[in-house]
């Protein structure tokens, strides 16, 4: 990845040097930006949601992280004795990981990544299921992700249901029905005055998801539900 569309690795490259006050800004189509406090994504396993200490207690055998940002879940899992790999498109992340004591930290796309051997765990933390971009998508993702685990092996998930944002005062729902699923989304992000390209990134509801799940042969089970359309599945093969 070019440094100069590479926002999100920026801004952890300037938080682990010193800027404890950076922000990244989250540029989407369907919503006003928002703005994350970078050092959300160093966080300790105390100060992460439920959701997120409940998927790392359920990690088993070898572990892999799919874009692992600053390196917090893997982090955690290294130190309770998993053996684990985390990967990360953007090359200042891994750099960032590394700087934090993670081993196994390393660059790659997920759409070109080819392990050498399989795993037990596969960890999509953080909306990881986005990374398929679109429900057209969606099936050869599942797929890919299934080739990668061990018989018996699991993916642990967070994604939500989006549907809340499209509610109007009275109640009522408005979605373009022309414009596909309402969870796909595209966005940017943004620091230190550099915009990086805009990608697609996709919600999806726990039933569809089940849905898509359960056609690509997986079993699957809610271990999770927030209070805001946000839940943690696990998918086992």
Aim: proline share 4%.
């Amino acid at each position: 990845m070019n440094p100069i569309s590479d926002p999100m690795g920026e801004a952890l490259e300037a938080y682990i040097n010193g800027n404890s006050k950076a922000t990244i800004k989250v540029i989407s189509n369907i919503t006003e930006d928002d703005i994350i406090s970078v050092g959300y994504l160093f966080r300790s396993f105390d100060q992460m949601p439920e959701l997120e200490q409940q998927a790392l207690k359920f990690c088993k055998g070898r572990v892999l992280d799919i874009g692992a940002g600053a390196g917090s879940h893997a982090l955690w899992l290294q130190e309770n004795g998993l053996e684990v790999d985390a990967f990360d498109i953007s090359p200042k992340a891994v750099a960032v990981m590394k700087n934090r004591g993670l081993r196994n930290s390393f660059e790659a796309d997920f759409w070109q990544f080819q392990p050498s051997e399989k795993y037990d765990t596969i960890l999509l933390l953080m909306n990881g299921v986005g990374l398929a971009g679109t429900l057209e998508k969606l099936p050869e993702f599942l797929n890919l992700l299934k080739s990668w685990l061990n018989p018996g092996g699991q993916i642990l998930l967070e994604s939500s249901d989006i549907l809340y944002m499209f509610e109007e005062e009275d109640g009522s729902v408005l979605l373009n029905l022309n414009s596909g699923y309402y969870g796909e989304v595209e966005y940017q992000m943004a620091f230190n005055r550099k915009t990086g390209p805009a990608f697609p990134w996709l919600f999806i509801d726990y039933a569809l998801l089940h849905d898509y799940a359960t056609q690509a042969g997986f079993e699957v089970n809610s271990l999770f539900e927030g209070e805001h359309g946000e839940y943690l599945a696990k998918l086992s093969a």
